[in-house]
């Protein structure tokens, strides 16, 4: 099992900071776009998003508002599949909140002779989903 890290220090309350993540989370996965009023996920709760040739499956295994959510997903794009465990952290700080990403994967079928591909192209997803929290934070400020 592959894993990896992202953190990001968010100037906002653990709630705001939720509800930003629900929003960045919830795009292309069970909702169509990023909006605050999103649909807020349940456990158990299932989707499918196509995006390319990418067919993302998923599964909502947990969501404790406002300090945790943890999605499991397969990434199918034959010959590879992966299998994703997301899981995000939301901790108080003393300048607002600071969100803890951990993806851990496991590499099946062709996708283990593609290690460094799946490797950054994970961390790719990481990394914009962290700005479009970011962006999502300082956009609700804004309003």
């Known amino acids: 099992m592959q894993k990896q890290r992202h953190e990001i220090e968010?100037?906002?309350?653990?709630?705001?900071a939720f509800a930003a993540l629900v929003a960045v989370v919830a795009k292309g996965r069970w909702?169509?776009?990023?909006?605050?009023?999103?649909?807020?996920?349940h456990t158990g709760c299932?989707?499918?998003?196509?995006?390319?040739?990418?067919?993302r499956r998923g599964q909502v295994l947990a969501c404790?508002?406002?300090?945790?959510?943890?999605?499991?997903?397969t990434l199918l794009d034959p010959p590879c599949c992966?299998?994703?465990?997301?899981h995000w952290r939301l901790e108080p700080t003393d300048a607002g909140a600071c969100v803890v990403l951990d993806a851990r994967y496991s590499l099946n079928g062709a996708a283990?002779?593609?290690?460094?591909?799946?490797?950054?192209?994970?961390?790719?997803?990481?990394?914009?989903?962290?700005?479009?929290?970011k962006s999502c934070v300082i956009e609700a400020e804004e309003t």
């Open 10 to 16: 968010l100037g906002c309350a653990l709630t705001a």
């Open 31 to 41: 909702s169509a776009g990023i909006a605050l009023e999103a649909a807020q996920p």
């Open 46 to 55: 299932r989707y499918s998003q196509q995006r390319g040739k990418v067919l």
């Open 64 to 73: 404790l508002k406002p300090v945790s959510m943890t999605l499991k997903e």
């Open 82 to 86: 992966v299998e994703l465990r997301l």
């Open 112 to 133: 283990v002779l593609r290690r460094r591909h799946w490797h950054e192209r994970i961390h790719g997803h990481c990394a914009r989903m962290q700005g479009a929290l």
